[in-house]
């Protein structure tokens, strides 16, 4: 192909793409096209003329580019244009929150003068009144003084502001708008009561209050004389916790009253003396389903029980025992689903091991089947296992009766399980070092409380039998831990003593027994009773087993007669003056029978006869 069939090739290809593009052109201006015979008037982007569609209205290239470009800059006006994002730094955010949330508190948080207040609680108390005013009035139609009970629960949200004062808690007292605020806990509007148990939290809160402990004692004290614990657990039957908000205010009524506790500690004994609170509480742990307020009830229940033995003694009375006992049933075959869940379980038998501190609880733990529940969890090797033996450990403490059931009812086995640290390698929840160091601990308590409960007899022969069994593997067990624990406590008082040379400072007697018991000083003594109790049966097989391992760690029967000596000298009057000076007997006839053959007793060893029974 020449030169010239080349140009009018491509002349050719020219016509053809001119031709398509003045087609496609006709095709946009006929696409744009408004047909018209007559000019109907002017149109925005558009000329009347007559063009290749005919008589019409065209589009007009020139002035839809302007409209074009005026629509860009009015969007571009509108569209904030886009940062780029920058990398994510924990500690900005961190700042940058704080800063936000500090910018919101001084926003939101005024704190009040004695103005104030004044101003705040007059308005409170006007609508208070209009609102009683307005139910008297029309009392059959609730329409009428609606409006009132809205604008008083407005006013009662605002009480929340007194919390941000405390240091007026005083004045607060002295106009009496405590004794205001306390009458709107029995209003008949359920959200009244509500909001103002919320109030009530608020201004009792130990955040609020721990900074203000005289002015927070004079407001917890008005409000006791104005009867503040009568009207809350009125509440807590009334309120339906199938309603959120009165859900809420259940959980917010409990702790009110635990706060009121930590300001002073005789609240705990008066709401059980004054109100119901006692039977509300032991009413709300049976239920199987697990909620906050179930989780708070069970709470309440250990914080109640703690250390108060009239407390105690009321919960016993109110067959309190064996409705702890139904709450930790539920938990012999399955596992807790939440943290919270397990914390709640822990203070079911938290209150329970408190409970059976007391005497008579005691027996009715024995009589509820209470030792055979806690044996059936420590088989199942639940998460309840290890506070079963904790319970077991307070319950058989200084109770023959419930000695003689546990061997009645097989429970040496499950004992010296836990005694020999087995337990922890068959169950599928492995126990964290801490707790298998309690584990080791309350069995050990455990053992100790057998052998002093049983006396004499049968029960206290298969006691004494474990110990032979496996060719004294117990035993084995029991000098291990004697040296274990006697190593910490005279790390601890070399330490102690070491401290006060350095620091040229006198030693403390109460200081230096203080560091000694923290390092294990009870659990060693309670090794040493158990080893003395074992020599007491007089084996010949213990005996020399005892003596071996002690003779292979260059120790004598003296080191364990020294520390079992110093625990009997240490016995406090908890129980009476009789009770103390029959346990020292007891325990001074075990060391006065600890000598080996070769060593010469002490003259009040040689007067013998029988162990007292306990």
């Given at each position: ?54 008589v ?43 800063r ?8 939101q ?14 308005s ?15 009392a059959?139609t ?17 009480l ?118 006692l ?42 025992v ?8 539920m ?48 088989k199942?090797?639940?998460?309840a ?23 009645d ?17 068959t169950?599928k ?9 309690e ?13 002093l ?22 035993l ?14 005279e790390?601890a ?14 030693e403390d ?33 213990m ?30 009057e ?10 020292q ?5 075990l ?6 053959e ?17």
């Amino acid at each position: 192909m020449d030169r010239t069939q080349k140009r009018q090739k491509r002349e050719d290809g020219a016509d053809i793409v001119a031709a398509a593009m003045a087609r496609m052109e006709s095709a946009a201006v006929v696409a744009g096209f408004i047909p018209s015979s007559t000019f109907t008037g002017a149109r925005p982007g558009y000329v009347f003329k007559k063009g290749i569609s005919g008589v019409g209205y065209y589009p007009d290239k020139i002035e839809q580019e302007k409209l074009a470009n005026k629509a860009s800059q009015q969007s571009a006006q509108q569209v904030v244009p886009k940062k780029k994002a920058e990398p994510l730094d924990a500690q900005k955010l961190l700042e940058e929150a704080e800063r936000e949330h500090a910018s919101e508190a001084d926003a939101q948080v005024e704190v009040l003068d004695v103005r104030g207040m004044k101003r705040l609680i007059l308005s409170f108390e006007k609508k208070l009144r209009d609102n009683m005013e307005a139910r008297m009035k029309h009392a059959d139609t609730p329409d009428k003084f609606l409006e009132s009970e809205v604008d008083l629960d407005e006013e009662v949200r605002k009480l929340h502001a007194l919390a941000t004062a405390p240091k007026l808690y005083p004045e607060l007292v002295r106009l009496n708008a405590h004794a205001s605020i306390l009458n709107l806990l029995s209003h008949e509007n359920p959200d009244i009561a509500v909001d103002t148990v919320e109030v009530l939290h608020e201004l009792t809160s130990s955040d609020v209050m721990e900074d203000c402990e005289e002015e927070a004692l004079i407001l917890v004290d008005a409000l006791l004389e104005s009867n503040v614990l009568e009207l809350l657990v009125t509440n807590l039957s009334r309120f339906d916790e199938k309603n959120p908000e009165e859900a809420s205010a259940v959980f917010n009524t409990l702790g009110i009253i635990e706060n009121m506790m930590e300001v002073k500690k005789e609240v705990g004994e008066a709401a059980l003396t004054r109100t119901k609170l006692l039977r509300w509480l032991l009413s709300r742990i049976k239920p199987r389903e697990f909620d906050s307020n179930k989780f708070y009830a069970a709470e309440m229940l250990s914080i109640l029980m703690q250390g108060n033995e009239p407390n105690q003694k009321k919960l016993g009375e109110a067959n309190g025992v064996d409705a702890l006992l139904q709450a930790a049933a539920m938990y012999k075959g399955r596992e807790p689903q939440t943290t919270d869940e397990e914390e709640m379980v822990a203070n079911l038998f938290d209150a329970m091991c408190w409970v059976v501190m007391h005497g008579e609880n005691k027996e009715k733990f024995v009589q509820a089947e209470g030792i055979e529940l806690m044996l059936l969890i420590m088989k199942n090797k639940r998460f309840a296992r290890l506070s079963a033996l904790k319970t077991l450990d307070f319950a058989l403490t200084r109770c023959p009766a419930g000695c003689e059931r546990f061997v009645d009812v097989l429970g040496l086995k499950s004992a010296f399980a836990a005694f020999m640290g087995r337990v922890n390698k068959t169950t599928k929840r492995k126990l964290t070092p801490d707790e298998k160091e309690e584990e080791e601990q309350r069995s050990i308590s455990l053992v100790a409380s057998l052998f002093l409960g049983l006396s004499r007899g049968s029960r206290r022969d298969r006691l004494g039998s474990k110990f032979v069994e496996a060719e004294f593997e117990k035993l084995d067990r029991l000098m291990e831990m004697f040296l274990k624990y006697r190593a910490q406590v005279e790390a601890a008082e070399r330490d102690y003593k070491a401290e006060c040379a350095e620091e040229e400072l006198d030693e403390d007697e109460d200081e230096l027994f203080v560091q000694r018991s923290e390092a294990g000083l009870f659990t060693l003594q309670m090794v040493v009773l158990m080893m003395a109790n074992v020599w007491s049966f007089a084996h010949a097989g213990m005996r020399g087993r005892v003596a071996l391992l002690l003779k292979q760690h260059g120790l004598e029967l003296a080191a364990a007669r020294a520390l079992l000596q110093e625990h009997c000298d240490t016995i406090g009057e908890n129980d009476g003056a009789d009770e103390r000076e029959r346990r020292q007997r007891r325990i001074q006839k075990l060391i006065n029978g600890m000598y080996a053959e070769g060593e010469a007793p002490p003259p009040a060893a040689e007067e013998g006869g029988e162990e007292e029974e306990e």
